[in-house]
T-cell receptor, first 110, second 115 residues
Framework: DAKTTQPNSMESNEEEPVHLPCNHS???????IHWYRQLPSQGPEYVIH???SNVNNRMASLAIAEDRKSSTLILHRATLRDAAVYYC???????????FGTGTRLKVLA | NAGVTQTPKFQVLKTGQSMTLQCAQD?????MSWYRQDPGMGLRLIHY???????DQGEVPNGYNVSRSTTEDFPLRLLSAAPSQTSVYFC??????????????FGEGSRLTVL
């Protein structure tokens, strides 16, 4: 299964943009890139996903490198409520094994 | 709108005891899965199912049994609990329609302590 690599932790100031990187150099051509986040004491929640093109939704934007070996989750204006662990995962074609890894713990400073 | 419901929320067991963690979803999702999360760690996939009567192993299946007799329910059984199974357990579900773009919905978790 393809793996993802994320920094263990990042910090951001409130109301500033945050760029959370993810490396997935062994990604297959049909693997989707998904992002989830886990707020304290809660189950993970879906943030965004993409395949090749950049994606936007009400929560965030996803920028995918042209060679698909990396991606970046962009929170346009971080709030204190965005403090969470963010997981970048690959959803392989042909199976439904969502392998989460350890994620990036985002700390938002007031 | 219940979503994914896990019971119990907290449980303390003694080594060697058996128990079942329940997971139910009311969204008619074909796919259901179980994860465990140890302190400071990410989620590890235990077992998953893509429909009634179909289950498969994840990353860490040893010590856990599952079955899927209905679309709504996906119980996780510990036949002989060990302290290494102390963890927070999450159940998740999703619709299979839409292929690999589907969103996983998670329950609130079940915290299990094995003494």
């Amino acid at each position: 299964d393809a793996k993802t690599t994320q920094p263990n932790s990042m910090e951001s100031n409130e109301e500033e943009p945050v760029h959370l990187p993810c490396n997935h150099s062994t990604i297959s051509g049909t693997d989707y890139i998904h992002w989830y986040r886990q707020l304290p004491s809660q189950g993970p929640e879906y943030v965004i996903h993409g395949l090749t093109s950049n994606v936007n939704n009400r929560m965030a934007s996803l920028a995918i490198a042209e060679d698909r070996k990396s991606s970046t989750l962009i929170l346009h204006r971080a709030t204190l409520r965005d403090a969470a662990v963010y997981y970048c995962i690959l959803v392989p074609s042909g199976t439904y094994k969502y392998i989460f890894g350890t994620g990036t713990r985002l700390k938002v400073l007031a | 709108n219940a979503g994914v419901t896990q019971t119990p929320k907290f449980q303390v067991l003694k080594t060697g005891q058996s128990m079942t963690l329940q997971c139910a979803q009311d969204m008619n999702h074909e796919y259901m899965s179980w994860y465990r999360q140890d302190p400071g760690m990410g989620l590890r996939l235990i077992h998953y199912s893509v429909g009634a009567g179909i289950t498969d192993q994840g990353e860490v299946p040893n010590g856990y049994n599952v079955s899927r007799s209905t679309t709504e329910d996906f119980p996780l059984r510990l036949l002989s609990a060990a302290p290494s199974q102390t963890s927070v357990y999450f159940c998740a579900s999703r619709a299979l329609a839409g292929g690999h773009t589907g969103e996983l919905f998670f329950g609130e978790g079940s915290r299990l302590t094995v003494l």
